[in-house]
């Protein structure tokens, strides 16, 4: 009797605990910290790039194991004590209660992939409009406008090199803090995206007179930001980053918008599974009944 009246508490703590640990590494990779910015940087290390999904997925499984295998024993323990008819009724609501979840986070992964969109078409600088040229001694004096740029009269500094592997495709881009010459010791206002897809490329890049491209606000990704902290780098607050193009600005906005889809589109089958697994039970109990 004590078994039964705690199993609803265990399960709803195991549940608790799945959504906890699930929106808890969400928020690590969100923010590129903790063990998921711990595991990134082992990948980057090794391999020169990090898959973010992979990641994800990898700690998320691990935390979820416990309560996956109590939430296993308790099925089984009630399947044991409950009638044909009773157990088909309990997996007939069970079954439409997962249904209700994976219809819920595929219209919430659509709407993240709406904002993607939005925010690619219509919050990002386009390459139209006119060049504006900013002398790295300016930046932080004078206004700054996002939009077409020409940087003059900086220097480069402490260059960092990461990828993104996204399955669908991978962006792997390098970065340096662009500041006025003899001014290491400053907080980086700006950051220059060079022009690097591996390693081995960037012993050709050399200091230039100036850097053209599309200017950001922020514009950094995670990844990047906890690199150049790590090398101590300060970053400005705001701070600016300068794309050589609109590909390179966009892409790796496009890539999560594509996954998150894709995502999507898993959700929705088996949400539309779960569906026919319903109506076959509610045969099978109509049968057991008649």
Request: a positive charge.
């Amino acid at each position: 009797m004590k078994s039964s009246k705690r199993s609803p508490l265990l399960r709803l703590a195991a549940q608790a605990w799945l959504a906890i640990a699930g929106l808890y590494f969400l928020w690590e990779a969100m923010n590129y910290r903790g063990l998921f910015g711990r595991l990134a940087e082992l990948q980057i290390h090794y391999f020169g790039a990090y898959a973010p999904l992979l990641t994800f997925l990898f700690l998320f499984g691990l935390a979820a194991l416990p309560a996956w295998l109590l939430l296993r024993i308790l099925r089984r323990r009630e399947q044991q004590e409950q009638s044909p008819s009773e157990m088909l009724s309990l997996q007939i609501k069970r079954g439409k209660r997962l249904r209700t979840i994976l219809y819920s986070f595929a219209a919430a992964t659509t709407v993240v992939v709406a904002a993607f969109i939005v925010f690619v078409l219509f919050m990002l600088p386009s390459p139209q409009g006119n060049v504006q040229t900013i002398a790295a001694s300016d930046v932080g004096t004078i206004a700054v406008k996002e939009g077409p740029a020409r940087m003059v009269g900086g220097e480069i500094g402490t260059i960092v090199f990461f990828g993104q592997d996204w399955f669908i495709g991978d962006d792997r881009m390098a970065f340096a803090p662009y500041r006025a010459a003899g001014k290491d010791g400053r907080l980086a206002r700006v950051f220059v995206q060079l022009e690097a897809k591996s390693k081995t490329q960037l012993a050709s890049i050399t200091q230039r007179p100036s850097w053209s491209g599309i200017l950001v606000e922020g514009g950094l990704p995670g990844t990047a930001r906890v690199l150049f902290n790590s090398l101590g780098v300060g970053i400005s607050d705001p701070y600016y980053t300068l794309y050589r193009d609109e590909y390179s600005l966009k892409i790796r906005y496009w890539l999560q918008a594509i996954q998150w889809t894709i995502l999507a589109v898993f959700l929705l089958i088996f949400a539309r599974m779960q569906t026919r697994r319903v109506k076959k039970l509610e045969e099978e109990r109509g049968e057991l009944v008649a």
